[in-house]
């Protein structure tokens, strides 16, 4: 059957509604696929920019943390190290003080010459010389004369050895020392210092442990004692 002129444009209009529907549909479908691909790519990007995010400021904050520590190792180093000078200032004023105190033997004439003759005596069996010669401060040579006159008997009578001693009256000690002597192999190659100054010294190095711990108490850090 022939189909009139309105019956082909219904169909037409039909048809172009169908299409149109179709297209409407895919264009539907077309938006809510990019949508879905838009929305999934926009996560994956948050995702990852927040992931970098979160690594950078993981590291800053590693950085800051480690700057701290460096930091607190520096002062701690350094108040240490301030500690210690400290320290060593006190030994030093501590050693100053006592050689001072040292002029105080001598202002004692009795005090000093029993110490002088015990200095010449112990001077004497250190070097275990026939001949010796002796120096002094030049204040201390009539102190040195009365030493030598006691001294050497009991030298000889306990070392059964004779000794000649000379006293040195070109060379003296210097005159602000606080007093002591020096005596020497007549031949100048042994000398014992027994001078008040080097004594002290002495005592300082092998007592310096036990100075520092009544100064400061004992050392938790230290394992050997010797």
């Known amino acids: 059957m022939a189909l009139n002129g309105m019956d082909v444009q219904k169909q037409i209009k039909h048809m172009m509604a ?14 809510a696929k990019a949508d879905e691909e ?13 992931l970098q995010i979160m690594e950078y400021y993981e590291k800053k904050e590693k950085q800051i943390e480690q700057q ?7 002062v701690k180093n350094q108040a240490r190290l301030e500690v210690l000078r400290a320290r060593d200032d006190l030994v030093v004023d501590l050693l100053t003080e006592a050689r001072q105190r040292l002029s105080n033997i001598v202002e004692d004439p009795t005090i000093y010459q ?19 010669l ?29 000794v000649v ?9 210097p005159a602000n020392l606080a007093g002591g002597l020096e005596a020497y192999s007549f ?30 108490g004992a050392n938790a850090n230290r394992k050997f004692f010797t």
Do not use: W
Not at 18 to 31: G, R, S, V
Not at 136 to 155: G, N, S, W
């Open 38 to 50: 838009f929305n999934i790519e926009k996560g994956r990007l948050v995702q990852t920019q927040r």
């Open 18 to 31: 169908f299409i149109e529907q179709e297209a409407n549909e895919k264009t539907e479908e077309i938006d």
């Open 187 to 216: 031949d100048h190659r042994v000398m014992v210092s027994n001078t008040l100054e080097g004594r002290l010294d002495i005592l300082a190095q092998h007592r310096m442990p036990e100075i520092r711990k009544a100064l400061f």
């Open 68 to 74: 701290k520590k460096i930091q607190l190792s520096t």
């Open 165 to 173: 001693v000379h006293i040195d009256q070109e060379v003296f000690l």
């Open 114 to 132: 029993e110490l002088l003759e015990k200095l010449l005596l112990q001077s004497l069996f250190r070097l275990l010389e026939p001949r010796v």
């Open 134 to 162: 002796v120096r002094c401060r030049p204040q201390d040579t009539l102190f040195m004369e009365t030493a030598l006159q006691k001294v050497i008997p009991r030298y000889t009578e306990v070392s059964c050895k004779a």
